[in-house]
């Protein structure tokens, strides 16, 4: 068995999303009989190469391309049933078996409606120029109705016809005001919706459960569960660069409140990372390169987004950022992805720390005011040029990328205990 299952294991993004968490929760899931997402929503993109063939997930946890995984959805999660339900479609057709024998959805899961989707996309819209970039699927309207309380609905109400009708009766009076009259929207047709996700809520029902219940059970049992985190520490409603961020607590500490576990449950925090940095959407990055590095990096890296296909900004890696949400999430090992994308560049940068002003910062500070100020200061290593995409032992790299490795290592101060050099499976490098 692997041992990063011993005590079980999260596995979560220490950037600003899409660093391969799906590579690796498909790779570590091959010993697991757990795995639950526990935040985000369908703004995420999980991708797998099984077999050459390459699957994208966003809301369905990537244990379900191997058979005997128990795949859940958690409390904190935002489920879209539009989205949802498409992607269940989407997988069976493609054969892999989706039913409640494999897949459950935590009754206290909130819903994403149509109105949510509208009015994500009309603030992103108004506020042109300066707006967060979402990937416009209702994603922050819905977590702010879950804070509202009274105007949310949770898959526990979609699943009985009575509450729903009376929750959207309820909820259409204000956000049909709103909706004309901040933003030009068309009133809320209760009817239709009521008809619409009283469907889902029918086609739902065998997969709700009590989600948290059955990981406590499955954890008694001996079993091994994987946390798959989405989207990253940077982009952490609290901890991230805000307001640059999404709406959830997407970082290590959210697992416990959203799969609804004890936080005696995960012993192993497998924080994933590029060998390089991304991010998509706005918000400060103090090492991008909005240049012909950043071009070829995303030209190699194929870094176009998995969810909304927008480009993704690129840049040099960032030691600081990375030590920040290492030492903030306690995490035991780095998964480093994508080295074989830097092949071919005669030098690579590392940002080792910032400046302001001309003088030092003391760490990373998610913090506007600073972040948009800050200067990196850059430590340069050499490159090598030889394809290491079908390397499979990490003392068979060239030299230049063992010791590119090892520096990062020395400077997130956190042991890189696996390197990705391709999308499959078999392309993963245990040290
Ligand atoms: P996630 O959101 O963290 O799961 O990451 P995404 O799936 O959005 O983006 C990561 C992309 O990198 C996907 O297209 C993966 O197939 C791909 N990928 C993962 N690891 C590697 C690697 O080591 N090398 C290369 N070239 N691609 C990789
Ligand atoms: P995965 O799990 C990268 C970004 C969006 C936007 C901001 C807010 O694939 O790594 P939202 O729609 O959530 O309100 O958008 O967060 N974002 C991500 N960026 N990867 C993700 O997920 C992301 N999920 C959200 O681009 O800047
Ligand atoms: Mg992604």
């Not at 394809?387 to 520096?407: C, E, H, M, W």
Request: glycine content about 10%.
């Amino acid at each position: 068995m692997n041992p990063f299952l011993e005590g079980n294991a999260c596995v979560f993004g220490v950037q600003w999303g899409d660093e391969g968490k799906g590579k690796i929760v498909d790779y570590l899931a091959e010993d697991a009989q757990v795995v639950v997402r526990y935040c985000g929503g369908a703004n995420a993109g999980h991708t797998v190469r099984i077999n050459g063939q390459k699957y994208s997930t966003h809301l369905l946890p990537v244990g379900i391309f191997r058979p005997g995984i128990m795949n859940l959805i958690g409390n904190g999660v935002v489920l879209d049933p539009e989205a949802f339900f498409k992607e269940v479609d989407e997988f069976i057709a493609k054969g892999f078996p989706i039913s409640p024998d494999n897949l459950r959805v935590s009754y206290k899961t909130h819903v994403v409606m149509p109105y949510h989707k509208l009015e994500d996309g009309a603030r992103e819209t108004r506020t042109q120029g300066s707006s967060i970039g979402t990937t416009r699927r209702g994603i922050g309207p819905a977590y702010a109705d879950k804070m509202h309380r009274m105007s949310a609905i949770r898959v526990s109400d979609l699943i009985d016809a009575s509450r729903l009708k009376a929750k959207l009766e309820q909820i259409a009076t204000d956000r049909s005001a709103i909706f004309q009259k901040v933003y030009d929207l068309p009133a809320l047709d209760v009817p239709k919706l009521f008809l619409e996700y009283r469907a889902y809520g029918e086609r739902l029902k065998p997969f709700v459960d009590d989600t948290s219940s059955i990981l406590i059970k499955a954890n008694k049992a001996g079993k091994k569960i994987l946390f798959e985190g989405a989207h990253a520490v940077l982009l952490d409603v609290d901890h991230g660069t805000y307001p640059y961020v999404t709406s959830s607590s997407c970082s290590a500490l959210g697992i416990f409140t959203g799969a609804g576990a004890p936080p005696q449950i995960c012993r192993n925090f497998i924080g994933i990372m590029k060998a390089y940095t991304t991010r998509v959407g706005g918000g400060p990055f103090p090492t991008e390169q909005d240049n012909q590095i950043g071009n070829y990096i995303r030209e190699r890296g194929n870094e176009y987004g998995t969810t909304t296909r927008r480009p993704r900004r690129c840049g040099w890696f960032d030691a600081v950022a990375v030590r920040y949400s290492s030492e903030l999430c306690g995490v035991t090992a780095i998964s480093l992805m994508l080295l074989d994308v830097l092949t071919g560049l005669d030098e690579l940068k590392i940002c080792t720390r910032y400046e302001m002003n001309g003088k030092p910062v003391d760490g990373f500070r998610a913090d506007m005011g600073m972040l948009a100020d800050v200067r990196p200061v850059y430590e340069t290593m050499p490159g090598w040029r030889e394809d290491i995409s079908g390397v499979r032992s990490f003392a068979d790299l060239p030299t230049n990328a063992r010791k590119y490795v090892q520096r990062l290592e020395e400077l997130i101060e956190t042991p890189i205990r696996m390197v990705s050099v391709a999308p499959d499976r078999e392309a993963t490098l245990m040290r």
